[in-house]
């Protein structure tokens, strides 16, 4: 008997759910791993001592900064968006900015936050699919240029520079070269994102900086006041390491970067796993906010399209 257009989508929908299932599964066994090998390095009793410690206006602070952090990154892909046509309240893509952290961090799966943003948009805007995958990557790339090019900046005017080695050299042409290539390659070969390159950039590395205060707090609740500045390119380092997403919210990753290299740079290896976990922490409550949030816009002006708005 040949297979039926509803069986096949059956068979489809059954395959998906099950590479959904593997894949939390991987992460699962990734994310425990990471931090059973953290746990053989560092006494996490005094890391949770060091913790429950923290200062908490500090941690307040830390807190406003990462929040003004995700209004900004969440503004620049307004403008991603835009360039397609698609016009959001900022209000609406705030929301849809949270729920989609919280997409990514709390229901890992085939469709994380970027992908339901994605289908809701196309849903809403009739947007082709293509369009706004494409306006999401390019938010990605925009935001990890920036990444690349603070973490080296940093490297370089901390000791964190003596772990290049001999390939510090390229460490500085990537340095230069990271945003004219950017800017070029933009123009040349996808010329629709090319009128706010600019804008987005430019909120790309507010957003970066923002992170970066955010991180200053953090340690200075924790007491630290020395190589502060190797901390901050360390983790964002480790930052870039989390891109794949092979971990829950990067966590297990970012504190073996530090473990790997306290040695070398003499840094405090518990302070750096506290660090860390109180960042994620933060980025966890952040997330979870858009779990009480709604989805559908509430006006018709939320979500319009260029055409919608001339007539």
Not at 40 to 63: N, S
Not at 273 to 282: M, T
Request: some cysteine; charged content about 15%.
């Amino acid at each position: 008997m040949p297979t039926t257009k509803i069986e096949k989508k059956k068979q489809i929908k059954v395959s998906e759910q099950v590479k959904n299932k593997l894949k939390l599964i991987v992460k699962l066994a990734v994310t425990g791993l990471a931090m059973w090998l953290v746990s053989t390095k560092v006494d996490l009793g005094e890391v949770a001592v060091a913790i429950t410690k923290a200062h908490p206006g500090y941690l307040l602070l830390a807190l406003l900064f990462f929040v003004l952090s995700k209004v900004v990154s969440a503004v620049r892909l307004k403008y991603f968006f835009r360039e397609i046509d698609v016009h959001l309240s900022h209000i609406y893509n705030f929301r849809l900015y949270l729920i989609g952290m919280f997409h990514n961090l709390y229901l890992p799966g085939g469709v994380g936050g970027d992908g339901y943003k994605v289908y809701l948009l196309n849903k809403e805007s009739q947007k082709p699919v293509k369009k706004l995958v494409s306006s999401v990557l390019f938010d990605r790339i925009s935001g990890l240029v920036a990444l690349i090019f603070l973490a080296l900046v940093l490297s370089y005017i901390s000791s964190i520079r003596m772990i290049f080695n001999e390939f510090e050299v390229y460490g500085l042409i990537l340095l230069i070269l990271a945003y004219p290539g950017y800017i070029i390659i933009t123009k040349k070969l996808f010329p629709g994102y090319h009128k706010n390159l600019y804008k987005t950039s430019a909120l790309s590395l507010l957003t970066q900086n923002m992170q970066l205060v955010c991180t200053y707090f953090l340690l200075r609740s924790l007491g630290v006041e020395n190589q502060i500045l190797e901390y901050q390119a360390l983790f964002m380092l480790a930052s870039i390491a989390t891109i794949v997403p092979i971990t829950f919210g990067g966590i297990g990753v970012r504190e073996m970067v530090f473990i790997a290299s306290y040695q070398v740079l003499a840094l405090d290896k518990g302070i750096g796993v506290s660090f860390s976990l109180l960042f994620f922490a933060i980025t966890a409550l952040v997330s979870f906010s858009g779990a009480f949030l709604k989805a559908t816009p509430k006006k018709e002006t939320d979500v319009e399209t260029a055409q919608s708005i001339h007539t």
